[in-house]
């Protein structure tokens, strides 16, 4: 029998006890705390130094790749602007004080906006490497190549709206219970709360691993056999662009992975509850920590460095 009340911990944001002590060890507890704040400030230092080199750097700005990394990178800044400034208010407060439409965009943003557009700017950012070396030129700095990550930034987010605003609103309710916010929203049906999880990361996940294997498969042959020097361009292993995407399959899968158990399987004791509370919030920090770590390996990138290099000696 589907258990609403422990679903509404998964689909739902921070709004009861029940869900800060599953998702931040506790209320009475103050080392999550701590931790959130400095997960804060890296992410916000990590992401406004990569949007700032990208938007500053004339090389930079007419780059395919870098212009549709800038849009991972609003996306997981959004993280720490938006996401966990509001959650270290619930844990001082231990109450939520803002409307309820704060309280839905936070929940998209953390469960199914963020992460899917970020993982469907990879995706672009495979595609287009893909491209680059089966059309033998760079990441061209003509005007339609500038033009065109910015038109597909903006439709990976367009996407991801209207595919999973609609999902979250069918796949649940508001609670009404005197016990916590009244809007916060439990999950309606399995079948509902199963399409929102996969919606939210899934598909996009499936685009990245194929993408990835088509990388390579076009890498390595092309640069053993059509001696790609001969174009004036040493293309080399895209060890930043596979890092990040190593990081992000990494750290979002087991959060969408037990969601998506836990809605199928709902822990039927308190015993039990207690021991999925610990491995979600383990979860739920590996996500959060995955917004500085991949703009950590975008930093990483030669052409990044080098922007850097002359942003500070000139």
């Not at 966990?84 to 844990?91: A, G, H, N, R």
């Not at 704060?102 to 495979?126: A, E, K, Y």
């Not at 491209?131 to 061209?140: E, V, W």
């Not at 088509?214 to 060890?239: A, K, T, W």
Request: glycine fraction near 4%; charged fraction near 10%; proline fraction near 5%.
């Amino acid at each position: 029998m589907l258990s609403r009340d422990h679903l509404a911990m998964f689909v739902s944001y921070p709004a009861g006890p029940q869900y800060q002590q599953m998702l931040l060890g506790g209320t009475e507890k103050y080392g999550g705390q701590g931790l959130l704040m400095l997960f804060t400030i890296l992410i916000i230092v990590f992401n406004v130094l990569l949007i700032l080199l990208i938007t500053i750097s004339p090389v930079l700005r007419q780059s395919t790749k870098h212009l549709l990394i800038l849009n991972v990178a609003v996306g997981d800044l959004l993280m720490g602007l938006l996401v966990c400034p509001l959650l270290l208010d619930v844990t001082f407060r231990h109450d939520w004080i803002f409307s309820c439409h704060t309280f839905n965009t936070l929940t998209l943003f953390r469960t199914s906006l963020v992460p899917s557009v970020t993982c469907l700017g990879l995706f672009l950012i495979n595609v287009f490497y893909i491209h680059r070396i089966t059309s033998h030129h760079l990441y061209a700095p003509n005007k339609a190549e500038v033009i065109m990550p910015m038109v597909l930034g903006f439709v990976i987010w367009l996407l991801s709206i209207i595919t999973l605003v609609p999902l979250y609103f069918g796949a649940t309710f508001p609670r009404n219970s005197s016990s916590v916010l009244t809007c916060t929203r439990v999950v309606s049906d399995e079948t509902s709360a199963h399409l929102y999880v996969i919606f939210s990361y899934f598909p996009q996940l499936l685009c990245i691993l194929a993408s990835t294997i088509m990388m390579v498969y076009v890498h390595l042959p092309g640069y053993l056999s059509r001696n790609l020097l001969f174009y004036g361009e040493h293309i080399q292993v895209p060890l930043d662009a596979i890092s990040a995407i190593f990081i992000t399959i990494a750290l979002y899968t087991p959060y969408f992975v037990l969601e998506f158990a836990t809605i199928s399987y709902p822990c039927p004791t308190h015993q039990k509850c207690v021991q999925l509370h610990m491995v979600s919030q383990l979860t739920m920090w590996l996500v959060l920590a995955k917004s500085f770590l991949v703009p950590v390996c975008w930093l990483c990138c030669r052409e990044v460095r080098r922007a850097l290099k002359c942003l500070c000696c000139g």
